[in-house]
């Protein structure tokens, strides 16, 4: 099969920099994007001079600390051609390897923008040396691969997820409101004809000669022209000494005729002016203005809709469990853990697996509800006190499942949350009991069970009072015997605008076939859910239920790792 064109951006800096994110952004809807990662801003322009990129994202200016110059000198120097403009809120974290304390720091790297946009507030580490790197990400990187003690780093709190590193402090930088603008330029100049549809803004550099008042000349040339200016820069001519070009961006497309004119005008009074590029105005999305108006005109709230309703809650749950914000927008928990918890050593192992690759939550059965009573019904409150150990050890909360009103002191004694299972979703006596809790509670859809039953229990976990309800969808019984169970996706995006409540998908009993644990998980993650909940086990062959659809250590790795790679993207 032909293999489909990359299109190819380069950026400054490593997987997680403020570059990669908004190259994202900004080419989501671009089919088959590739990132490529480059030192220096020298190699991105290389990269596009070279034809190894088909286009390159460069920041050029920042709200709290102005031009970044570099990259207006490098335009001019190899006359690449700026054809978009995007811009990105930028928000700093403080980063630092596990169990470091602030006073411990002796060392803060980021990049030399980064620090000077959280100059006030690294002044309090007075005994630490602050040190420019060449990318905000990259030192997080250097940080977690080096394995270096002492010492912290400035940069999106997504590289601390990516490369497995702490956060201090968040929103660290010294303004609110903190964005950065960027270009996008490539080798062709793709704007220069026809694009009056857009709404465009045009770079331009020009010289003025070095008598009086040619500055302000030049200025009244596009005053005359109803031209609005949005920046100028001066940077020194670095060839002559004391003399300076004038870089500027306005409002309008090189083709209209009062920029043209203006052009002319002020070539033949300094001899002297180049177009970078007229390409199309940055504007904040549609669906972000949506939202923003969404903001503004509140919902009425109606008060004798169902509790489980948008109707009568319009904003988003979030249920917080540990370090996890389960439902907050962005946010992609993943569960995972073993089908039963069997003894300590296959806990424990498991465990580890688990937070090693990232895991939010660590899931594990004691009480187990099993379709045959000669199966293995788990350890009972033995597997719930090993949980714990293991929840000490890894510093994970932990998720186990509550069969019967009889088991709910001890399991609710030791559990972050409880899990209903779906044999279980249409127990209103439990649902009642569990109601009275303030413990967050996984309620997982009986595997015949309508959305709109799924609702309503749930509604009576609510009524209750307890307002920690999550959803998870894992699958349901149809003719296809091809799988355990058929993962029912639709249920996401329906749940999500029908329900306030977090839904969460488990593609193990979703499908029951281990090859299709990873697509699944992977398509929960496109259609909105806000998290997963994965089966895994140190040796699956051995285990004592579901091992068959059970990942192991490199299968959770690798799925672990395209999580990660496709929440930049959703
Ligand atoms: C489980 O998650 O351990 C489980 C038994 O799942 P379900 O209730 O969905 O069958
Ligand atoms: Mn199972």
């Not at 917080?320 to 039963?340: D, R, W, Y």
């Not at 058929?486 to 076939?513: C, E, F, M």
């Not at 659809?549 to 490199?554: E, G, I, N, P, Y």
């Amino acid at each position: 099969m032909k293999k489909q064109k990359e299109f190819r951006v380069a950026y400054q800096g490593e997987a997680g920099a403020f570059s990669e994110k908004a190259l994202l952004i900004y080419f989501k809807d671009t089919k088959n994007i590739v990132p490529i990662p480059c030192r220096t801003f020298y190699d991105v322009v290389e990269a596009v001079r070279s034809g190894n990129a088909e286009r390159g994202i460069m920041p050029v200016e920042n709200s709290i600390i102005g031009c970044i110059t570099h990259t207006y000198d490098l335009l001019l120097e190899t006359k690449l051609n700026i054809v978009g403009e995007t811009i990105l809120p930028i928000s700093h974290a403080l980063i630092a390897p596990k169990d470091i304390k602030k006073d411990d720091i002796k060392k803060i790297y980021s990049h030399p923008a980064a620090l000077s946009q959280c100059e006030v507030y690294l002044r309090r580490f007075k005994n630490a040396d602050i040190l420019p790197t060449y990318d905000t990400a990259g030192s997080v990187k250097l940080i977690a691969e080096k394995k270096l003690t002492g010492v912290a780093t400035i940069a999106s709190k997504e590289s601390a997820e990516i490369y497995d590193l702490s956060i201090l402090d968040t929103a660290i930088e010294d303004y609110p409101d903190n964005q950065t603008r960027f270009f996008i330029i490539a080798a062709e100049n793709i704007h220069t004809q026809n694009i009056a549809c857009y709404p465009c803004k045009t770079t331009i550099v020009f010289d003025t000669l070095n008598q009086p008042g040619m500055l302000y000349e030049c200025l009244g040339i596009f005053n005359k022209h109803k031209i609005n200016l949005t920046l100028l820069e001066s940077r020194p001519h670095k060839t002559e000494a004391w003399k300076y070009h004038f870089f500027m961006d306005m409002i309008g497309h090189v083709n209209n005729e009062n920029l043209a004119s203006a052009f002319d005008e002020i070539k033949k009074m300094t001899g002297f002016l180049y177009v970078m590029g007229s390409y199309p105005r940055y504007q904040a999305k549609l669906s972000e203005k949506k939202e923003e108006k969404n903001i503004s005109n509140k919902k009425k709230i109606d008060k004798n809709a169902p509790l489980y309703s948008l109707d009568r809650h319009p904003e988003p749950s979030i249920v917080q469990v540990g370090n996890s914000m389960i439902g907050e927008k962005k946010n992609f928990t993943v569960m995972a853990g073993p089908c039963s918890v069997e003894g300590r050593h296959q806990l424990i192992s498991t465990a580890k697996i688990c937070k090693d690759e990232g895991a939010d939550i660590l899931r594990g059965g004691a009480f187990k509800p099993r379709s045959s009573p000669y199966s293995f019904q788990g350890l009972g409150e033995e597997g719930v006190k090993l949980l714990c150990e293991a929840k000490k050890q890894f510093g994970m909360p932990i998720v186990t499942e509550v069969i019967g009103v009889e088991e709910l002191e001890i399991v609710a004694e030791y559990a972050d949350i409880l899990q209903i299972g779906a044999r279980n979703m249409q127990n209103y006596v439990l649902l009642k009991e569990i109601g009275k809790l303030k413990i967050p509670v996984l309620l997982k859809r009986g595997m015949m069970a309508t959305l709109q039953e799924l609702l309503m229990s749930a509604e009576y976990i609510l009524d209750k009072g307890n307002s920690n309800v999550i959803l998870c969808e894992r699958g349901i019984r149809t003719f296809e015997t091809a799988t355990r169970n058929t993962l029912d996706l639709s249920a996401v995006p329906y749940l999500k605008q029908h329900t306030h409540l977090p839904v969460i998908v488990d593609p193990s009993h979703g499908t029951g076939v281990l090859e299709l644990v990873e697509p699944m998980a992977k398509a929960a993650l496109a259609v909105g859910a806000d998290g997963i909940m994965i089966e895994v086990h140190f040796s699956p062959s051995t285990a004592l239920s579901d091992g068959y659809q059970s990942l192991d250590a490199k299968g959770f790795k690798h799925l672990m790792k395209e999580i990660k790679r496709l929440k930049k993207i959703f």
